[in-house]
């Protein structure tokens, strides 16, 4: 069987048809996938144990003639932010580097009920700060499809792992658009849910208002069906929505004719890269599925970026607090930590625990909230906020769906925007507005640079309309030829 | 005098100035379960054995609110007369400290559960009404415990069981102006919350803390001077003395020509002093912002409605309802002086069907016993007031009843039984009595006959010696007249 190539249609037809066993399959992927590895470093680590013991229990639930579940067999990659009982869940940090969560996220608890089989852990970015991958503490990853650029950040091992072939799907996370530009960036389907959608019970937090769990596929199908099964109202999580979940990969009809689509002005003016080339030849497509195409605007996007990393880092500014070096953290080694005073050890943990760009960020964070700057910083960024959503909410009474970039670029080389992160944050413009207003996003792969450098296009969607996102992206995957593209 | 020694002012000096206080107290909630987790809040489980993912702060994991832990703190708020807000929202405040393992605090801060109220503190039958500037729900840090250990000089332990335990601050407004005023307010409080049911306000067990906000000004003055905040005030008692000590402080600074400065500072017992910690510059930035894991808090009028109507009554609502039973001050305050010595009186004075012998019996007999109400039950009391109403027993036998009941648990009707300690007013039992005494003092009987009726009390005494004092001296008076008529 070629593993790299499986969708979950495939892995579900060679189990039904006695092909392979969930455990023969697991041992090849795990086989394949640590194998694999050293070229992209897409993961961290791997759970053969639990990965086996999962294949072992859908084996025998398929020889019983029970249901084994929407995702049977399925191999799966869980970037390195979700909690996972028993494996190290390390956040891309030396901070947790030795730490084994005793419990489990809501999402892999129901994936895992549904089948799935976690072969390990992906790299990221520290924390989930970056948009690169190279922010993490134990190396880089490497782009499958150049392995001499990054596979964007933060969730680059999960996207990696997908398009390199040694996960079928993935989970990753999104604050700010790591899920979305790491899709676009490796050539695979990447998608931010409802704020609310998926449980963020056991994802490590980053910015808690901002925070999403999202899934990667080879196809929009895929991605559309570890979604449904993961997403719901949970209990452990106050801001997780009651809406139902409906069947998505139920509603992939392609019926796509006569929907209005808007081209936000503002994400197109000064798009001349070849990202942009393709975007618009997207938008032909689209047209030619029948779409009606309108331009619309999104005044408040020129805000965004500065809103974004006010209210991102005030929130990592808090949640970050708790790696302290008293209980699970890593404890400094260094002089200072022995020092007798508490003080002492907090900084010698922190200040030698965290890397450059979760400093920055603490130290951006904790300045906006302190004493006399909240009003200035936080307070606004907040009202500005509003003002992004109500811009979507504004462009939704139009349109059914908008069609943006996700990047400004594609996969840059490892390393050639280390020295500016001013320039890094400035890229996430397109990714980030959807995060603020909490609505549903997705990267849909829709061509390559004249370099073959995969390029994402990407579609937002109002609130709980993840079904009539897929639906597009998924007739427009198909028109395009663009499953499994990368 | 050293500059070190702390300087206090004299009576004179400090009788020119008027302390304006405000209080902070902490009252622990009496929730099973923990504020934002299903941990257990029990006292004394072994370190860290009531803990979870939650109140660990590990990475992840997020709070849910406990819909108990609103219940009583919206029934605190209205019984200290506070406007409970239909939205409150939740909001972090940050800080490090070991035994706060999320690093921060959850609290509320610009949008808090309940606002303006108040309680009426009372100093030698003087009212003085103080305003509640506002009630807020947040959750307890763990606890660090610096010694006890081998290894304590070098190494401190932190207990996280308390870690999520439901609190809510109650702050005043700075209306205070004696520290028996602050005593009579913390008192009326702690009475209040026990009686409500929403703490047991056990100071020891750190279920009551207290911190005080002090300043002083010439009296007549308008301007509110320049405050410090005292912390540490484990007791009622100690937060007095504090009181004092750092108002005749202040005045000291202030009349040596200097200026009091804006600070925190510790009460210690051991010397009665307060003691400079944080000054202003070093103050804590607790960079509070809306807590985003948990979404905004809504009281809806049939949710408060149903709270209002499940309230029990204030003790200040008792107060009055027993002064218009005819108890006396001293009385009131006695069965008053909590819920349970209010509620074990009114079940007994039900039974009883006598307010203010009951309120006898309890003042003189019940309530110099040490933990009488766990060993006394309010039937008990009843049945034993009533017996003596209905001249079943007398006072003396009641309490000898009593002193039994406590040792022993048995009800008055089972000691009586078996002591046979019954009272005897049935006529007939008695008259045969009567008739051998009458019989046995011929010389007695010669000496009523002829007008000398004092003899009668001797008469009676026979009757009670052989009835062993078991007859009802009123009924034997009655039949000796009677017969000797």
């Not at chain 2, 072994?46 to 709070?63: E, K, Q, S, W």
Request: aromatic share 8%.
């Amino acid at each position: 069987m070629n593993i790299a190539s499986l969708t979950i249609e495939q892995v579900q037809a060679g189990l039904a048809a006695r092909q392979f066993s969930a455990v023969e399959l697991a041992k090849s992927a795990l086989e394949f996938a640590q194998a694999e590895n050293p070229k992209t470093n897409a993961y961290l680590h791997f759970c053969p144990e639990r990965a086996l013991a999962a294949a072992e229990r859908v084996d025998q639930k398929l020889a019983a003639g029970e249901n084994a579940g929407p995702l049977a067999g399925v191999p799966l990659a869980v970037k390195d932010v979700i909690v996972t009982k028993g494996v190290r869940t390390t956040c891309g940090s030396r901070l947790l580097e030795r730490y084994v969560p005793p419990y489990d996220a809501t999402a892999v608890v129901r994936l895992e009920q549904a089948g799935a089989v976690i072969l390990g852990k992906t790299n990221c970015d520290e924390f989930a700060m970056g948009s690169s991958n190279e922010n993490s503490a134990f190396g880089p990853v490497r782009n499958p499809v150049a392995l001499d650029r990054v596979p964007g950040g933060s969730s680059g091992g999960s996207a990696a792992a997908v398009a390199q072939g040694t996960a079928v799907v993935a989970l990753g996370s999104d604050t700010g658009g790591s899920v979305r530009q790491p899709a676009s960036f490796c050539g695979v389907v990447g998608v931010t849910p409802t704020y609310g959608r998926v449980s963020r019970y056991g994802l490590v937090a980053f910015a808690s208002s901002l925070d999403h769990i999202g899934p990667f596929g080879r196809t929009v199908r895929d991605a559309a069906l570890l979604l449904e099964t993961m997403a719901g109202r949970d209990e452990c999580d106050s801001t997780s929505a009651f809406a139902p979940v409906p069947s998505y990969t139920a509603q992939l009809d392609g019926t796509v004719a006569g929907l209005r689509l808007g081209l936000p002005r503002e994400y197109f003016e000064g798009l001349a890269s070849e990202s942009g080339d393709r975007i618009h030849q997207a938008v032909e497509l689209l047209k030619n599925l029948g779409c009606e195409v309108r331009e619309i605007s999104l005044p408040a996007t020129q805000y965004a970026v500065p809103c974004y990393y006010i209210i991102a880092t005030a929130e990592a500014s808090s949640n970050l607090a708790r790696y302290d070096g008293v209980r699970y953290t890593t404890r400094a080694n260094s002089t200072r930590a022995n020092e007798d005073t508490l003080s002492g050890m907090y900084r010698a943990t922190r200040g030698e625990g965290f890397g450059a760009e979760c400093k920055r960020r603490i130290m951006l964070g904790t300045y906006v909230l302190s004493h006399g700057y909240y009003d200035a910083y936080y307070l606004k960024a907040q009202k500005v906020r509003t003002l992004i959503a109500e811009d979507f909410h504004k462009a939704f009474a139009e349109v059914d769906a908008i069609v943006a970039p996700v990047s400004p670029f594609p996969a840059f080389k490892i390393g050639e925007k280390l020295d500016d992160p001013m320039e890094m944050y400035l890229s996430d413009i397109y990714t980030i507005t959807g995060d603020l207003a909490g609505i549903p996003c997705m990267s849909v792969p829709c061509g390559k640079t004249s370099e073959g450098l995969p390029v994402g296009m990407q579609i937002l969607a109002k609130h709980f309309d993840e079904a009539g996102m897929f639906r597009l992206a998924d007739a427009f995957e198909k028109a395009g030829g663009f499953a499994g593209s990368n | 005098m050293s500059s070190s020694a702390p300087a206090i002012a004299t009576p004179e000096e400090i009788g020119k100035y008027e302390p304006v206080i405000g209080l902070e107290v902490h009252v622990q909630l009496n929730t099973r379960t923990k504020i934002f987790c299903g941990c257990p809040t029990g006292f004394g489980a072994p370190p860290n054995t009531n803990v979870c993912p939650v109140c660990l702060g590990l990475p992840g994991a997020l709070p849910v609110l406990n819909r108990r832990a609103v219940e009583m703190a919206i029934q605190a708020a209205l019984a200290t007369h506070c406007r409970v807000n239909e939205f409150s929202r939740f909001a972090r405040k940050n800080y490090f400290y070991p035994d706060l393992p999320k690093g921060y605090q959850i609290s509320q801060y610009d949008q808090p559960l309940a606002e303006h109220g108040w309680l009426d503190a009372e100093v030698d039958g003087a009212k003085k009404r103080i305003g509640i500037t506002r009630i807020h729900l947040e959750d307890d840090a763990g606890k660090s415990i610096h010694d006890g250990f081998k290894d304590s000089d070098r190494f401190t332990y932190v207990d996280l069981n308390r870690s999520g335990t439901p609190l809510i601050e109650i702050v005043s407004e700075p209306d205070i102006r004696s520290s028996d005023q602050a005593y009579a307010y913390l008192t009326e409080l702690k009475q209040i919350m026990q009686y409500v049911g929403v703490s047991e306000c056990d100071m020891e067990k750190g279920q009551l803390r207290c911190d005080a906000n002090v300043s002083v000004r010439l009296k007549g003055a308008e301007k509110f001077g320049t405050k410090a905040e005292v912390k540490n005030l484990n007791s009622f008692r100690f937060a007095k003395m504090a009181l004092d000590y750092e108002v005749a402080r202040q005045v000291a600074v202030i009349e040596s020509g200097g200026r009091v400065e804006q600070e925190t500072r510790l009460y210690n017992v051991a010397t009665g002093e307060t003691v400079g910690m944080r000054s202003k510059e070093h103050a804590h930035d607790y960079r509070y912002f809306p807590e985003p894991d948990l979404v905004p808090l809504r009281v809806s009028d049939a949710w408060l409605e149903e709270i209002r109507s499940s309230m029990p009554k204030l003790p200040s609502e008792k107060r009055e309802e027993f002064l218009g039973k005819g108890l006396s001050d001293y009385q009131v305050l006695v069965v008053t002086a909590s819920r349970r010595w209010s509620e074990h009186y009114e079940k007994a004075a039900a039974i009883s069907g006598d307010f203010i012998g009951t309120a006898n019996f309890v003042t003189s007999e019940l309530m110099g016993m040490p933990d009488a109400l766990d060993r006394i039950t309010p039937e008990g009391t009843g049945t034993l007031v009533r017996k003596i109403k209905e001249g079943e027993i007398s006072g003396k036998m009641a309490k000898h009843i009593l002193e039994k009941m406590y040792e022993t648990g048995e009800s008055p009707d089972q000691i009586i039984d078996s002591e046979g300690l019954r009272q005897i007013s049935d006529t007939g039992a008695l008259e045969k009595i009567v008739d051998e005494v009458i019989a046995q003092s011929p010389k007695q009987v010669e000496q009523y006959k002829s007008g000398k009726t004092g003899v009668i009390g001797y008469l009676v005494g026979q009757v009670m010696k052989a009835s062993k004092g078991q007859a009802n001296p009123a009924a034997v008076n009655e039949l000796l007249k009677a017969k000797l008529g």
